[in-house]
T-cell receptor, first 112, second 112 residues
Framework: NAGVTQTPKFRVLKTGQSMTLLCAQDMNHEYMYWYRQDPGMGLRLIHYSVGEGTTAKGEVPDGYNVSRLKKQNFLLGLESAAPSQTSVYFC???????????FGPGTRLLVL | GNSVTQMEGPVTLSEEAFLTINCTYTATGYPSLFWYVQYPGEGLQLLLKATKADDKGSNKGFEATYRKETTSFHLEKGSVQVSDSAVYFCALSEGSSYKLIFGSGTRLLVRP
């Protein structure tokens, strides 16, 4: 039982490049979330999903897209990376009717 | 909208000292409240939670009581250890999709 895993662990992009961050969970959780963590700002919700095939915007969705084609996977895409997207990205999941979220180890992204 | 405010860090203590990290919130309704901990280089882990007023969450010697009258959820520990050095996040759960609203985090450094 690996819990929540994220790939890659670290990535450097040039401005304008695209990439996809992958989150996978093996706990059969319904809900999945993508957050970004910036110094002094805690974690802010980018997008979330309440089930396979559904996605919704969070607090800071601009510049990101997501997809949840399979229940266990939640992908976060950056179509045209900007330096403001330099951050640590965390994925989390939670089961139905339980508010505890389980977090992955994070992906550190540097956009030059 | 809902929000969480935490005391600024870092908090530096000697081993066996008493710890308090203040957290206050603004919310409509009756959210659940959480403390998450992030050890260096890792993702967030749930430390404790409380789901209704006057509930006390506890784990690993840490405690926090859900105070509706003061809209607070302060984290306390009677005797900290070096291994407690980490960043602590207060959060509340929002809505039926259980989105988390985080405070900015408080870094705790415990010296031997």
């Amino acid at each position: 039982n690996a819990g929540v895993t994220q790939t890659p662990k670290f990535r450097v992009l040039k401005t304008g490049q695209s990439m996809t961050l992958l989150c996978a969970q093996d706990m059969n959780h319904e809900y999945m979330y993508w957050y970004r963590q910036d110094p002094g700002m805690g974690l802010r919700l980018i997008h979330y999903s309440v089930g396979e095939g559904t996605t919704a915007k969070g607090e800071v969705p601009d510049g990101y897209n997501v997809s949840r084609l399979k229940k266990q996977n939640f992908l976060l895409g950056l179509e045209s990376a900007a330096p403001s997207q330099t951050s640590v990205y965390f994925c989390a999941s939670s089961p139905l009717i339980q508010e505890t979220q389980y977090f992955g180890p994070g992906t550190r992204l540097l956009v030059l | 909208g809902n929000s969480v405010t935490q005391m600024e860090g870092p908090v530096t203590l000697s081993e066996e000292a008493f710890l308090t990290i203040n957290c206050t919130y603004t919310a409509t309704g009756y959210p659940s409240l959480f403390w998450y901990v992030q050890y260096p280089g890792e993702g967030l882990q749930l430390l404790l939670k409380a789901t209704k007023a006057d509930d006390k969450g506890s784990n690993k010697g840490f405690e926090a009581t859900y105070r509706k009258e003061t809209t607070s959820f302060h984290l306390e520990k009677g005797s900290v250890q070096v291994s407690d050095s980490a960043v602590y996040f207060c959060a509340l759960s929002e809505g039926s999709s259980y989105k988390l609203i985080f405070g900015s985090g408080t870094r705790l450094l415990v010296r031997p």
